[in-house]
């Protein structure tokens, strides 16, 4: 969630930069463009002026143009008025030779006045205008070079110029500002582009979070708030209902199937039972007949014992076992199953020991199923554990929960195992190619997780192979049991 949160925002905000970007060298170039034209403009208006007044006075005076010595130069009186120009101006012969300079223009070097002159440099040339770098304090400088008619022979062409930075709001100080102000836009932007994408998706973790709560098969009954907007996030919660809906349908049929065969297998395996039974005591009959029937007396109570495990859990997923809760001392059911848990151990050469508080231990509990509950985690401590061992059983009080714990100095599991004992059928390979020594069919751990969820609670294992378990079950007293 984050992360698509944290891409839309990256997205976004590069989107913007880009644009930004795009949109300030447009902005740039356009600007440059005008005060190019402003300055040209000027230039034009400039040269004219000039070009007027040397044609106007050739006209009416005859001759503007003194040469002493081989250097011809402008008559005072004329180039006393182009003097006064602000900006660079340059009038020179046909041969490009200057004939006389704005005041502003004697204060370039020499240097930058020969490069000023360049595009005068030559006998007949058309008007034009472009930019020269003068260098020096003076940089770039815009200029039009404009030839002169109807102002005598020698007169050749007129220069006018000026300094790039004269444009008003130059480009330069566009680009300045943009660079100061596009941060600024770009981390607003991407605040905003943060929320937007926040808001945009909460509705997604809403479903998430409610698909989350429907994490088990218990739940499927469940369906997703549908908004009323008619968007895309309503079209999603009616396709996760439509598809709860045929996942709840085929896990019922599921359901429906395990309990049904279960239910039909209980009578056949009694009768079954029944006869074994009866033929066990019958008179006369032969010590090998007596051993094979024992041996399928067994096998039929593991059935059976198998059967009501999954009818039991079948039940348990159609949300058919409720729990017959009621106050009880705690103490009496532990105490009750460290009895069984002595007689076990005693028969399997392990020694059973419990341990209970003093004072009573009251909590409102299904008291069959805790005492089943509690059973499977014993009669499993004393089947991994081999002889002289010792199973502990132990029940703790404190404010907010009560707590049993089961502790063995048998096998262990292996770490690898631990995430997969409470899943149904499973066992370790252990315990599968030892069958005969250790019976059992794997769901007796899946049940006791069933009764201890159930109950609000939950379970924890702790193993070394070769060392021993510890399963400890913790049963809040807050929360009211479920069922
Ligand atoms: P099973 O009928 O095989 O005992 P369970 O569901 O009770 O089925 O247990 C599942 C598997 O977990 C067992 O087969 C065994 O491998 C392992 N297990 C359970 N309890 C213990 C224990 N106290 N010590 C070692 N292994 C255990």
Known sequence: MTTIRRRLTVWYTVALAVTVLAFGTALYLERRQSSIRELDQRLSLEADLAHRWLSESYKVLGRIVTISGSTPSLDPGISAYLESVRDYLVVADTAGQVLALSEVTRTLSANALERLTAPLDTTSFAKHSGTLALGGPVGRVRYLAVPVQGAGPIIGGILVATPTRQAGFGPSDLLRSMLLIAPLILVGAGLVGYWLAGTSLRPVQGIMDEVEAISDGRSLHR???????????????LTVNGMLARLEQSFGSLHRFTADASHELKTPLMVLRAGVERA??????????????????????????????????????????????EPCDLRELVADVAETAGMLGESAGVTAEHSIPQGPVLLAVDPQRIREMLLNMVTNAIKYTPQGGTVALSLEDDDEAVTFSVRDTGIGIAAGDLPHIFERFWRAD???????????????????????????????????????SSFTVRLPKARRPAG
């Open 223 to 237: 369906r997703l708030a549908v908004p009323l907007s008619g968007d895309e996030m309503a079209r999603l919660a």
């Open 430 to 468: 252990q315990a599968r190619t030892r069958t005969s020594d250790r019976p059992g069919v794997g769901l007796g751990l899946a049940i006791t997780k069933w009764i201890v969820e159930a109950h609000g609670g939950s379970i924890t294992v702790q193993s070394r192979p070769g060392r021993g």
């Open 280 to 325: 066990l005591v019958h008179p006369g009959t032969p010590p090998e007949i007596l051993q094979s029937m024992d041996e399928t007396l067994a096998q039929i109570n593991q059935m059976a014992e198998m059967v009501e495990s999954l009818l039991t859990l079948a039940r348990a997923d159609e949300g058919r076992a409720p729990l017959a809760v």
